[in-house]
Every structure is written in structure tokens, then in C-alpha cells.
């Protein structure tokens, strides 16, 4: 089970958005490159002034949800309005992966986090991303599995920001986080070895029809 499961209901929610977009020209490949870099500014922006105005961490919650829907736009833009492309897609995979480092390196700068625990989910997840993009190129379908796959990951770290941005003390729950950080890590190499593993059942199961 994964957040991923709620996004046809969201999708539903932006389609007369999306519609409005495509009819006033703007493709779908634009919303992919406007989501890869509005998260690259916001982690930099975040990451140079975190430290020392913890505030600014609220911005990352909010542009989650903001990167969520265009996310969801560029798909449907894609689908619904014939503008489906390989240089879209190249886009697309390539942009999600980007955005999740860069909406978790500025975590860095956090004291009460341990910089190694970031860089590992930050890794953890471009391995998890990889190991659905997979699927195809063995045969099988782009996987999804979960349990913590990109929306579930832009939760926990949407919830990170959200504490640290309202002032809340990390001093006192500092080991909690540095557990959390471990748990997410964990559970992004379950992700893994789901993916993979669903992956080579479904190769194995078209094989031998």
C-alpha cells in the first residue's frame, strides 16, 4: 500500500485545470521542466538559509503539493491531449529522480540530523526509482510498488519541513529523527526489493505465455 494509490482520485481534481492548460498551449513537457527546476530553487533556497531561519523550511511542504499536482498535470497532459513523447518521458524520470535530491539535500543543514542518514535516503530513493524504471527494459511493466515510493517520500519529507519550519524543538526528539531517517531508508530498500522482485515475476509470467 503507498500514497501513489490516492492519485487517480487528485487527478480528477485537476483535470479541468489540465484542460484549461492545453487549450492555452502549455505542454506537457513545459510542466515537467517547470517541476524539476521549482524544486531545485526551493532546495537551494532552503538549503542555504535553513540553518539559520528555519522558517524557510515551510516552503517545502507547500511546493510539495504544488510539485504533486504539476506532476499529476504533466501526466495528464501527456495521456489525455496527445502530446506523449520520448523526450517526455526521458523528462519526466529524469526530473522526479532530480527533484527528490534536491528536496532532501537541504536537510543538511539541520544539526539535530545526521548528514549521513540524508544522503542515504537521498540515494535510497534514486535507487528506488531506478528499480521501477527497470521493469521494462527486463520485460515487465513500470513498477510501482511500494510501501515508500515517490508520494510517500515527498510526505515525510514534507512533514520534516513542516516541524522544523513551525519552530518546534528538534534538540529533544533529535535521536527520534535520526531513527526516522533510518526507518525511511529501510523501508525504501523494501520498496526495492519488491520492485524487483514483481518485476521478475511479471518477465518471468509474459515469458511463458
Request: with cysteine.
Amino acid at each position: 500500500m503507498s500514497l501513489y494509490a490516492l492519485k487517480p482520485k487528485f487527478q480528477n481534481l485537476l483535470r479541468p485545470i489540465t484542460r484549461w492548460l492545453a487549450a492555452h498551449g502549455v505542454t506537457a513537457n513545459q510542466v515537467t521542466l517547470g517541476a524539476a527546476l521549482g524544486s531545485i530553487v526551493v532546495g537551494a533556497i532552503v538549503g542555504a538559509c535553513g540553518g539559520g531561519a528555519p522558517r524557510v523550511f515551510l516552503l517545502i511542504p507547500v511546493w510539495l503539493f504544488l510539485r504533486m499536482a504539476l506532476n499529476a498535470i504533466d501526466g495528464m497532459l501527456a495521456r489525455e491531449h496527445g502530446q506523449k513523447s520520448t523526450l517526455g518521458a526521458y523528462l519526466n524520470e529524469l526530473g522526479d529522480v532530480i527533484s527528490d535530491i534536491a528536496l532532501a539535500l537541504p536537510f543538511l543543514c539541520v544539526r539535530a540530523f545526521t548528514s549521513a542518514d540524508v544522503w542515504l535516503f537521498a540515494l535510497a530513493a534514486a535507487v528506488v526509482e531506478c528499480a521501477g524504471l527497470i521493469g521494462p527494459l527486463a520485460g515487465a511493466s513500470r513498477r510501482y510498488d511500494g510501501p515508500f515510493g515517490k508520494s510517500d517520500r515527498a510526505f515525510v519529507l514534507g512533514a520534516f519541513a513542516l516541524w522544523i519550519g513551525v519552530g518546534l524543538a528538534l534538540g529533544e526528539v533529535g535521536g527520534v529523527a535520526a531513527w526516522l531517517w533510518r526507518l525511511f531508508i529501510v523501508l525504501s530498500c523494501v520498496t526495492i526489493v519488491r520492485r524487483v522482485r514483481a518485476g521478475c515475476a511479471e518477465a518471468g509470467a509474459s515469458a511463458q505465455r
